[in-house]
Nanobody, 124 residues
């Protein structure tokens, strides 16, 4: 069992930055692929970024490439999402998720545990 708690969301102006954190419970965090997903109002939840168990491989949605960076610190059981040059269309609830899978995957059904989400609002 893994519990995930996100933090770091908030209100920021266009062009600003935020860093989201996801703290995980449990001693086997390094066994989980971890991803960040988001859901805007009236939209389906979508993958933003994902990172392999070791942190050696990453995936980014085209909409955030070059602006967002995912990283993890397995010693601290924490995964991060650095978000730069934020745009109004990045406004959403951001969720952290962990999946017991070997491959770096982006399908939501592959993720077993989800956090409660943190709101990110980008004003124009």
């Amino acid at each position: 069992q893994v519990q995930l708690v996100e933090s770091g969301g908030g209100l920021v102006q266009t062009g600003g930055s935020l860093r989201l954190s996801c703290a995980a419970s449990g001693r086997t965090f390094s066994s989980y692929v971890t991803g960040w997903f988001r859901q805007g109002v009236g939209k389906e939840r979508e993958v933003v970024a994902a990172i392999s168990r070791s942190g050696g491989s990453t995936y980014y949605a085209d909409s955030v490439k070059g602006r967002f960076a995912i990283s993890r610190d397995n010693a601290k059981n924490t995964v991060y999402l650095q978000m730069n040059n934020l745009k109004p269309e990045d406004t959403a609830v951001y969720y952290c998720a962990a999946g017991r899978t070997i491959a770096l995957v982006t399908q939501q059904m592959a993720y077993d545990y989800w956090g409660q989400g943190t709101q990110v609002t980008v004003s124009s």
